[in-house]
């Protein structure tokens, strides 16, 4: 064991490599068993199972969904993380392995998706569905837009853009401390995505176009050296999106 440790310290790219692969194993199991070993099953699933489908495959496609979506925007994060583990690891420095950054991090996104699915699922239950179209549709792209412009929103951007300093401040050799840090990048990525992640219970569960904007937009916001004028821009087009749908 201390072998393998003292391996995956060495090579911490490597390591994120094979979490990531690892995630998208189990995630794609996950999914094959809740669909029930089907291609149709996971054709139904992904396009949207109703209520008697039940619990287990609505959290398959919100576990599917936001695996998809987050996994693009976690670049940053990674990418500090890691230039750091191997400049420890060229001084022979101890380093956690990047997977349990990986896991406080996921373990946030985890939490959603959850909390997601029984939320649709109650809502399917009870008959509720419909609470989520017309005006109350609306409001909640209206709502997105306007977070867009928000002081919070912001700040968890700012910090999920460069966290290397972040990093640099709490920087341990503890995979506690380590699992912590992934705890509160994933807090800042959720203050910053979560309005935007709720919008698929209006735009369609795993509609593939919509994953690919909402995902697009995230790394964009990441990554771009100025974003404000994209998220303003994003902003307002939810605003008028809702507004128009008020009107029609």
Not at 109 to 132: D, I, Y
Not at 164 to 171: I, L, N, S, T, V
Request: hydrophobic share 60%; net charge positive.
């Amino acid at each position: 064991m201390d072998m393998i440790l003292r391996q995956s310290t060495s090579r911490p790219r490597f390591v994120m490599a094979l979490c990531l692969l690892v995630i998208l194993a189990v995630s794609g199991a996950y999914l094959w068993m809740a669909a029930g070993g089907t291609l149709a099953g996971i054709v139904s699933v992904l396009c949207g199972p109703s209520a008697q489908a039940g619990l287990m495959p609505l959290m398959a496609m919100w576990l599917a969904m936001t695996l998809a979506m987050m996994t693009p925007s976690a670049v940053p994060m990674i990418s500090a993380y890691l230039d750091i583990a191997e400049a420890a690891a060229a001084k022979q420095m101890k380093v956690v392995p990047p997977l349990v950054l990986a896991a406080g991090y996921g373990a946030i996104w985890l939490s959603f998706a959850l909390a997601a699915a029984v939320g649709q699922w109650a809502l399917m239950k009870t008959g509720q569905t419909g609470a989520l179209e017309g005006r109350w549709a609306a409001l909640v792209f209206i709502g997105a837009g306007a977070y867009q412009f928000t002081t919070l929103k912001h700040a968890c951007l700012s910090k999920c853009r460069m966290p290397m300093p972040y990093f640099m401040a709490h920087w341990t050799d503890r995979p506690l401390g380590v699992f912590r840090m992934g705890i509160d990048q994933g807090v800042n990525c959720f203050g910053c995505c979560w309005a935007l992640m709720m919008l698929s219970f209006v735009a369609g569960l795993m509609n593939i176009v919509w994953m690919a904007f909402i995902g697009l937009v995230m790394v964009l916001e990441k990554t771009m050296p100025q974003p404000k004028a994209l998220s303003y821009g994003i902003g307002l087009g939810l605003i008028g999106a809702g507004i128009y749908l008020i009107i029609v």
